[in-house]
């Protein structure tokens, strides 16, 4: 529901003055001229969902993955029918990930630039900081440097510092009539120095195409436009990605019965062999070290035809496990195999009978893990398929250690500690506790709701929610 919600961008309503009063296609249908095929993978589509800028739960840009003549690219798309493309810290946020996205994974980057530049009252929270919106620009010019490739489309007004975004693309397209750039439009233009002037005259295609040399080329409609960046893109001398192998098994069980090995609330580890089964080729699973740290599985698969390396908790991570999975990874790393990583941890409710020798063993051993995790040379993709808590989020390649991708489950939980078992934590002092039962309280409840995965993915620490039956294809 939260997904259709999204897809509908500023609303009805926006998006009929956006397509009837200014003519303009909207964002989805700009993909589906550039795309090869439906296969896209939108990222991070609930950035926003419940942020303090208005009434639009969305971040006002579309950014995601799809083929264009056969090679995989990034797309960073404004959504001017969401305050009119207008930059908050959270859509600013998700273009930077996207830029990071195509240079860690050397993916073109295609801009279709549509908008109205930053939001002046939260200038604070965007322009001065270094991950702030000038970074944009910066990571446009190593992006150069490294030799990746970078077109876009003038598909609306950009001003401001949006108007940087295609000047410092490699090819550039404007469309006639509806695409305009400059540093500030004819509002401020009258403010400044009292003259009257249309923003086709002050910014407009051909203008840029004629005079100004800022694009490269005219398009006289959006459709001539998109197929003039699919031409682009062909003489880029890019090559695309070997053809997928199309021959591999898939799992001898349905994927749509992760369903229901992914209840709402669960106050157990999730039985990851289960779940294994249902997304690895053949559901052959070659599992390395099996009767050891068993609250770890390790070991090799293949997911649509390619070989990779599976780090998955069944538990917590103990100190056999922790050294076991350090291992695992190390050769992974060794043999180039990509990894994924499975998070799954649901606490135990009872404490060990020793709590000193438990803890201090497991803490060398995940600090191992952690070394061996941070420095593996390969692709990383985690999911978090159930609870994430405290230092496994590290140990399992959370979002501070960087991995490729990362995605949830709908039930995902994912904080410092699950907030079932704070009621153990001992009080300090005597016995009156009387006074911290409603602070108790109130730190639970807060933790349950800053713990669920839709207030992750709204604030883009993570790449996307996504559906468990949906998990081998993305």
């Keep these: 529901e939260l997904l259709e919600m999204v897809s509908k961008g500023g609303g009805e309503k926006a998006i009929l003055h956006h397509t009837q009063r200014n003519k303009k296609l909207f964002v989805r249908e700009r993909l589906k001229l550039l795309l090869d095929d439906e296969a896209f993978l939108e990222l991070s589509p609930l950035a926003g969902l419940d942020m303090p800028y208005g009434d639009v739960p969305t971040a006002g840009s579309l950014t995601g993955i799809g083929k264009i003549c056969g090679i995989w690219c990034v797309f960073v798309a404004n959504d001017a029918t969401v305050k009119g493309g207008t930059l908050y810290p959270i859509g600013v946020k998700k273009n930077l990930r996207a830029q990071e996205i195509a240079m860690q994974n050397r993916l073109i980057v295609v801009y279709l630039a549509d908008s109205g530049g930053a939001f002046l009252p939260l200038q604070s929270e965007i322009f001065p900081d270094k991950l702030h919106g000038g970074r944009a620009f910066y990571n446009q010019a190593i992006m150069s440097a490294m030799r990746i490739p970078q077109v876009a489309v003038v598909c609306g007004p950009c001003v401001a510092g949006g108007a940087y975004i295609p000047t410092m693309a490699e090819e550039t397209v404007i469309v006639d009539k509806i695409g305009t750039l400059f540093l500030a439009g004819p509002p401020?233009?009258?403010?400044?120095?009292?003259?009257?002037?249309?923003?086709e005259d002050l910014g407009g295609a051909k203008l840029h195409s004629e005079v100004s040399g800022c694009t490269d080329h005219f398009a006289s409609s959006e459709k001539e436009a998109y197929e003039c960046i699919r031409n682009i893109i062909s003489t880029l001398n890019y090559d695309p990605l070997p053809k997928e192998a199309t021959e591999h098994d898939s799992p001898l069980y349905?994927?749509?019965?992760?369903?229901?090995?992914?209840?709402?609330?669960?106050?157990?580890?999730l039985p990851v062999k289960l779940i294994l089964s249902r997304l690895v080729d053949g559901s052959r699973f070659q599992e390395f070290k099996a009767n050891y740290g068993t609250t770890l599985v390790t070991g090799f698969g293949h997911v649509e035809g390619h070989l990779v390396g599976i780090v998955a908790n069944n538990g917590e991570l103990c100190h056999d496990a922790s050294l076991k999975g350090s291992h695992f990874v190390q050769l992974c790393s060794q043999r180039s195999v990509p990894i994924l990583f499975?998070?799954?941890?649901?606490?135990?409710?009872?404490?060990?009978?020793?709590?000193?020798?438990?803890?201090?063993?497991?803490?060398?051993?995940?600090?191992?893990?952690?070394?061996?995790?941070a420095c593996a040379a390969?692709?990383?993709?985690?999911?978090?398929?159930?609870?994430?808590?405290?230092?496994?989020?590290?140990?399992?390649?959370?979002?501070?250690?960087?991995?490729?991708?990362?995605?949830?489950?709908?039930?995902?939980?994912?904080a410092l500690v699950d907030s079932r078992h704070l009621s153990t934590v001992p009080q300090a002092g005597d016995n009156d506790c009387t006074g911290d039962e409603s602070e108790l309280k109130h730190l639970k409840e807060k933790l349950e709701e800053e713990s669920s995965a839709f207030y992750s993915s709204a604030r883009l620490w993570d790449d996307g929610v996504i559906l468990p039956q949906n998990t081998r294809k993305v």
């Design 378 to 414: 390969v692709p990383k993709i985690t999911i978090v398929i159930g609870g994430c808590y405290g230092s496994e989020s590290y140990v399992m390649c959370g979002r501070s250690f960087s991995p490729n991708f990362l995605f949830l489950w709908p039930n995902a939980r994912v």
């Design 254 to 269: 349905s994927s749509d019965e992760l369903l229901g090995l992914a209840p709402r609330d669960y106050s157990c580890t």
């Design 188 to 199: 401020l233009v009258k403010a400044a120095t009292g003259e009257d002037v249309s923003a």
């Design 342 to 373: 499975f998070q799954n941890t649901a606490p135990h409710t009872t404490e060990p009978t020793s709590i000193l020798q438990a803890h201090s063993n497991r803490l060398k051993a995940q600090a191992s893990m952690m070394a061996a995790v």
